[in-house]
């Protein structure tokens, strides 16, 4: 299956040159999401858990667009400001990956779009 760019009628705008999303070959590659309100495009003030649950909240929205879930989630990336906000992010991250969570790697950045502390990507699979 050759490279898609579907439709998102859920996404935030894109900052840059990308796709927020692109499907090939039964996977589907979300673009980082940063704590922004897709429908207000402000930004989500306060803690990185805050932030976590606002990036959380539009993979949901992503994912329902392509008529996925978090169950067909196969592998994250989660990047933080600040590695002392690990415990934090990943409490509001393992409300939704209650039972068999996806792969993920956590790395921490000197600085993510927005001066935000979270950005997460995510891979699903049809």
Do not use: H, W
């Not at 998102?8 to 039964?26: H, Q």
């Amino acid at each position: 299956m050759p490279k898609q760019i579907p439709d998102l009628p859920n996404a935030a705008s894109p900052i840059g040159p990308y796709s927020v999303a692109a499907e090939a070959n039964g996977f589907v590659y979300i673009s980082g999401q940063i704590p922004v309100d897709p429908a207000t495009g402000v930004g989500v003030e306060g803690d990185a858990a805050a932030q976590a649950k606002r990036v959380m909240e539009n993979i949901a929205l992503l994912l329902g667009d392509l008529g996925l879930g978090f169950t067909d989630v196969v592998k994250t990336t989660i990047f933080l400001t600040d590695m002392g906000d690990f415990a934090k992010v990943n409490a509001v991250y393992a409300e939704r990956f209650p039972e068999d969570p996806p792969a993920r790697s956590t790395v921490e950045v000197s600085a993510l779009p927005g001066g935000y502390n979270v950005e997460i990507e995510t891979i699903a699979t049809r």
